[in-house]
């Protein structure tokens, strides 16, 4: 006998799989407005610059055909296959990104061992192409989209650049008040983006379905017989199809695997594909329309409100990644990478909705002067190719380690799938670079100044710190050494350092000036782990010192940001109760003072004495109340 449930009495019985479902298509949503935003809105350019990029590729069937089929074939192997499939499961504790797959890699090396600065170099390389592509994507993308009133009305062309800077402008000037309300938007917009893209291919397609002939990987192999010694010119032009898979693998933390690929597979991969095989559809029948192939696909009357979509499309790519890269510099910040910088939470609800100030304006300088520089989006296709390749072959190779040390693949087998997929990727980085000397200097440049700064300040911290621990007395010697006459006062005293083994300078300097020490004495100590996120277990580690002494350990993850009143509340249930408003904070501050002949040499010297006066204080880093921290200054060259 069978039992027949209608679908309102099924959800009645069991809510739970309709909530589950409710929120799995909220997830793909918000994914769609994150994660898709640059590489959905690469149909703007791409087949246009891959023509324009060779010098003279005709527009006939045999090049559009091999054009068309390279780009489906690099979403294939690189979008899909690569990030879709393999890169989503290279995570650290659920989180992507460069520095995520960073940390794996470099987990378990020895400090010393060539494995560990190689790839120390290569993950400091990804980080530094990454802000490179934050610079360069908001500018690129904004023109593309403005450029179409050029399509519309040529006379508005004198218009087109300040239109594009007082759109970038004002994204900027946003990113101070939030992006929670407006963001809530992005999902819904790139829906309808998508389905554009779609309908316009298909309209096309439908026209010369003979198109779809492309899909046939002969033809892919075919552009290097049509296009001769001009095909690495035109393969750094069809890279721009992939540009933003990097933030596939970025934004899985926030979305989860699974999430991606619904989104991917089901709604991204065939509104790219049918909108590339519109435009190349369209070129076979009216070769005029290569000039702007994008623009050309809809009729006159509705071209302003595709260039209005198009354009808000541009600002949510720009947006998202903007977002991302306040995400990695608060990560890069936590793993010793940066300098520490003023974070602000907009968001009372959304963990990850934080703006940093600085970063906010030198990314505002940075695109308006890069902007105002190229003045139009063709100009900037060879430099953006450099960051796209360059970061896609970092984080190939640096997958390719994890996989050996921590996954215990084969060599064999790593060399295989990783080796083969960067195979794919060197014949578009050195497509690339022969556009070094057509912008893509621009990419290499931002690289390797930000590659120097946090080299610079990573070497310069390592100085700093043999300064101030080389000659310090073990913290058990001195509390050997206290003698039972001296002068202990009420209440806690905690002393933050770097290294809970040794006795501070500040204890030292506070012992010696004021003749006292506290009833309770902590040594806290704040470190960072290459994981995301530490579990309330692991959070804490306290040792007994004996006469009153305490080491505190408080460990976060890289996603996470210290608050070390909130730590020491939890020291109870290590049986170390705190009273916070008993507890008097003591933080050493550093003058740097120039050495004779300094280790770092004279321009890192001042680089580093720079980052380190602008940085934030531990004070307001650590969340520490400034009413109770007594500051005790040292002088130490460097």
């Known amino acids: 006998m069978t039992t027949s449930i209608t679908p309102a009495a099924e959800a009645a019985v069991s809510p739970e799989p309709d909530r589950r479902t409710r929120s799995r298509q909220a997830l793909v949503l918000g994914a769609l407005g994150i994660v898709f935003g640059d590489i959905g809105t690469s149909p703007l350019y791409t087949i246009r610059e891959t023509f324009h990029a060779t010098g003279g590729l005709a527009a006939d069937e045999r090049s559009v055909l091999a054009a068309l089929s390279m780009i489906f074939w690099s979403l294939i192997l690189i979008v899909t296959i690569k990030y879709i499939l393999v890169m989503l499961h290279a995570d650290n504790r659920g989180e992507g990104g460069i520095l995520a ?11 010393t061992s060539r494995l560990r600065r190689m790839t120390l170099a290569l993950a400091i390389f990804g980080l530094a192409l990454f802000y490179a592509d934050g610079l360069i994507t908001p500018a690129i993308s904004v023109l593309s989209a403005v450029e179409g009133l050029e399509t519309a009305t040529p006379e508005l062309e004198p218009y087109v650049l300040p239109i594009a800077a007082v759109v970038l402008a004002g994204l900027f000037l946003l990113q101070g008040s939030g992006t929670a309300r407006i963001g809530r938007l992005f999902g819904p917009v790139m829906v309808v983006w998508f389905a554009v893209l779609a309908v316009l291919g298909a309209a096309q397609i439908a026209e010369n379905p003979a198109v779809l002939r492309a899909l046939d990987p002969r033809h892919a192999l075919d552009l290097f017989a049509v296009a001769g010694l001009r095909v690495l010119v035109a393969l750094g032009a069809i890279v721009l199809a992939v540009t933003g898979a990097e933030a596939i693998y970025a934004d899985m933390g926030h979305f989860g695997r699974t999430t991606i690929r619904i989104a991917w ?20 029948r009216e070769p005029a329309a290569l000039a702007d192939p994008f623009y050309h696909l809809v009729p006159a009357d509705l071209l302003y409100p595709l260039i209005g979509l198009a354009t808000v499309a541009t600002i949510i790519a720009s947006q998202a990644l903007i977002s991302g890269l306040f995400s990695v510099t608060r990560q890069a910040i936590q793993l010793g990478y940066l300098p520490r910088l003023t974070i602000r939470h907009t968001s009372a609800t959304e963990r990850g909705q934080i703006y940093l100030p600085a970063v906010n304006w030198l990314l505002a300088a940075g695109v308006l002067a890069i902007a105002l520089t190229f003045r139009s989006s063709s100009n900037l296709a060879g430099a953006y190719g450099i960051t796209v390749t360059g970061t896609m072959g970092t984080s190939t190779i640096l997958a390719g380690i994890v996989a050996v040390r921590l996954w215990r693949w084969r060599p064999a087998t790593a060399t295989l799938v990783f080796g083969g997929l960067f195979l794919i990727e060197l014949t578009y980085i050195a497509a690339n670079v022969l556009k070094i000397a057509h912008g893509g200097w621009l990419p290499l440049l931002i690289a390797a100044a930000l590659s120097y700064t946090v080299v610079t300040w990573q070497r310069g911290r390592r100085i700093l710190s043999q300064r101030l621990y080389a000659d310090a007395m073990p913290i058990q010697s001195f509390i050997a050494h206290i003698d039972k006459s001296a002068a202990r006062v009420p209440d806690t005293a905690v002393y933050m350092t770097g290294n809970g083994s040794v006795t501070p300078a500040a204890l030292l300097h506070n012992l010696k000036h004021n003749k006292v020490l ?6 806290m100590t704040v470190r960072t782990v290459d994981e995301p996120f530490v579990p309330d277990n692991r959070r804490l580690e306290v040792d007994r010192l004996g006469k009153g002494f305490f080491r505190v350990t408080a460990s976060y993850g890289f996603m996470e940001e210290p608050d070390v009143p909130k730590a ?71």
């Open 265 to 284: 597979l089901g709604l991204v991969l065939p509104s790219l594909v049918l909108n590339y095989f519109g435009q190349g559809a369209l070129i076979l």
């Open 101 to 111: 797959i960073g940390s794996l890699a470099l987990r378990g090396t020895r400090r």
């Open 518 to 523: 506290h009833e309770r004495v902590l040594l």
């Open 568 to 638: 020491l509340t939890r020291c109870r249930e290590h049986g170390l109760a705190i009273d916070l408003d008993f507890v008097s904070f003591f933080i050493g501050r550093e003058t740097l003072v120039p050495a004779k002949r300094p280790e770092l040499g004279p321009i890192a010297e001042k680089i580093f004495v720079f980052l380190s006066t602008s940085a934030v204080s531990a004070t307001a880093y650590f969340r520490i109340p400034p009413d109770r921290v007594v500051e005790l200054g040292t002088q130490i060259e460097i």
